[in-house]
């Protein structure tokens, strides 16, 4: 399936009977595959994916139970940004599911629910005469490796349904790597890496953008003119965003290299101790193209 501007029905399911799992690529039976939805119907709030669009797969039991066990935590997570008031919105469904799933879903970092994970970072030492003491309180923290890799597994199931042979039953993988730049909160998406990053792709040729679950997920894909780059960036639970590129590694390195660094200022140091912080910056709806469909009016 080459066609880039094909237009999908947004109220129904995507089916694909593939052969191969679209994640290790291994070839499927009846006894070791498993039904796959790319976006995890648990991953958004509760009932936001009936009636709406998904991209059905078969997968090995392996691969979907990796990208279930991911989807559980990080699910959990990015809505209990939303009950700190890290995303600014007024959310009654994000609300009920953050507080249902936070009791249900153990953190990896912690080994405790994620409603009971907590980060706290407390410090005490002398700057010149003065002695220093504080703490910072935070909710469950995300791990990034874990972040980047469920970002991978999504991404990977959108490419094999772009590349699929409807004769042989399969897609294909891209070539080169896998290069997660950065994932932010709500509250950051206004940063100068996510806005350089927005910007250096939107004239980019659109392979594939996603908007479902009742707007609780986005996905895109977009392809440079002329390398073989692809970029990407995946939004969950109206919360956090990932973003980054797939493909040739020079030209990826090339157009990060132009892109601004997020600087810190240093609040306490003592010793080898040190605490920086940086002002988060959002990102106003009205400028916010990261998802924009070119042949919808905004």
């Known amino acids: 399936m080459n066609e880039p501007h094909l237009r999908l029905s947004p109220d129904r399911p995507t089916s ?21 939805h790319v976006v995890g119907r648990r991953f958004v709030p509760q009932g936001t994916m009936s009636g709406c669009w998904n991209l059905i797969l078969r997968a090995c039991r392996t691969c979907n139970q990796l990208k279930s066990d991911l989807e559980d935590d990080l699910s959990a997570i990015t ?39 907590k980060t706290t970072l407390n410090f005490s030492g002398k700057a010149g005469a003065m002695h220093i003491t504080g703490n910072f309180v935070a909710p469950a923290q995300l791990d990034e490796e874990r972040v980047f890799e469920l970002a991978r597994l999504q991404l990977t ?35 100068p890496i996510n ?30 003119p002329t390398e073989d780059l692809w970029a990407w960036a995946v939004e969950w639970n109206r919360s956090y965003r990932v973003l980054g590129f797939f493909g040739g590694e020079r030209a990826a390195v090339e157009i990060a290299s132009t892109f601004p660094q997020l600087y810190a200022e240093a609040v306490y140091e003592s010793g080898s101790e040190w605490v920086r912080m940086r002002i988060e910056t959002p990102l106003a709806e009205a400028v916010d193209t990261l998802f924009a469909n070119p042949g919808v009016a905004r």
Not at 16 to 36: A, D, Q
Not at 158 to 182: E, I, V
Not at 184 to 189: K, L
Request: aromatic share 14%.
């Open 16 to 36: 694909l009977k593939n052969e191969t799992c679209p994640y290790c690529g291994k070839n499927l039976s009846r006894r070791s595959s498993t039904k796959e």
């Open 79 to 117: 809505m209990a940004f939303h009950t700190f008031g890290l995303t600014g919105l007024t959310d009654d469904l994000l609300t009920r599911d953050a507080m249902r799933k936070g009791g249900r879903s153990f953190s990896r970092t912690t080994g405790k629910p994620v409603s009971q994970s």
């Open 157 to 191: 199931g959108f490419f094999y349904f772009l590349t699929y042979d409807l004769t042989a039953n399969r897609g294909n993988w891209w070539s080169g790597s896998f290069m997660p730049l950065l994932g932010t909160a709500r509250s950051d998406w206004g940063n």
């Open 195 to 224: 806005l350089h990053f927005m910007r250096t792709v939107e004239k980019w040729d659109y392979r594939l953008i996603v908007t479902t679950a009742d707007g609780y997920f986005h996905a895109t894909i977009r392809r440079h």
